[in-house]
């Protein structure tokens, strides 16, 4: 399904195009290519972002495949996993997402994320080992619930096995761990 074959195609270009600009102010965020001016204008549009979001989940709940399109359901994702100023709004797109998961409108690995994510913003252990912090000392999960089962739970929702979701994270992010002012970053595991 393509965005022109979504119920609201107007909706998944948005969705897209929020969270293709985001992504490009976290890329720079993380490589730590900012200025104090633009991290400020950047967590704004996060946060103006995520109020756009809510404002769509409660008029339609999760913009899912149906409704959007996959690219654009996984925008959705996007923005309401880089929620972290608003916890609240984090734990109820966490909700809507599992709803539409269970319903086959949304993907199962999406909301394992998000819920590791609305976990670890309110100060709880993960469940899933999604939620990973970056500095220039490598890459660790964030605090993990029961780690010696860590892989079991994953597989519940199509997740690989933890050390391998750890070994491409690395992989990816080598180059900007050996930079002397890399930034401590809490980011969501490649899926």
């Known amino acids: 399904m393509t965005a022109a074959e979504a119920l609201r195609p107007d909706l998944a270009r948005e969705l897209v195009d929020r969270a293709t600009k985001a992504a490009t102010r976290r890329a720079g965020r993380v490589r730590n290519h ?18 756009w979001l809510r ?9 899912g495949h149906r ?12 923005i309401a996993l880089h929620s972290d100023d608003q916890p609240d709004f984090q734990r109820t797109a966490t909700i809507l997402l599992e709803r539409a998961a269970k319903a086959g409108d949304a993907r199962i690995d999406h909301w394992a994320h998000l819920h590791d994510r609305a976990l670890i913003t309110n ?3 993960q469940e899933y080992g999604t939620q990973l912090l970056l500095n220039h000392d490598g890459i660790t999960p964030c605090p993990l619930r029961a780690p010696e089962s860590v892989d079991e739970r ?6 690989p096995p933890i050390t391998v979701a750890l070994e491409a994270v690395r992989r ?5 761990l050996l930079a002397d002012d890399a930034p ?8």
């Open 184 to 191: 401590t970053v809490v980011l969501a595991e490649v899926a």
């Open 123 to 125: 100060g709880r252990a």
């Open 34 to 51: 900012l200025d104090g001016v633009r991290l400020g204008q950047g967590r704004h549009s996060d946060h103006a972002d995520a109020n």
């Open 67 to 78: 409704l959007v399109g996959p690219d654009a359901a996984r925008a959705a994702w996007s």
């Open 154 to 159: 994953r597989a519940t929702v199509g997740l």
């Open 55 to 63: 404002r769509i989940l409660a008029e339609y709940g999760w913009p």
């Open 172 to 176: 990816r992010y080598a180059p900007d």
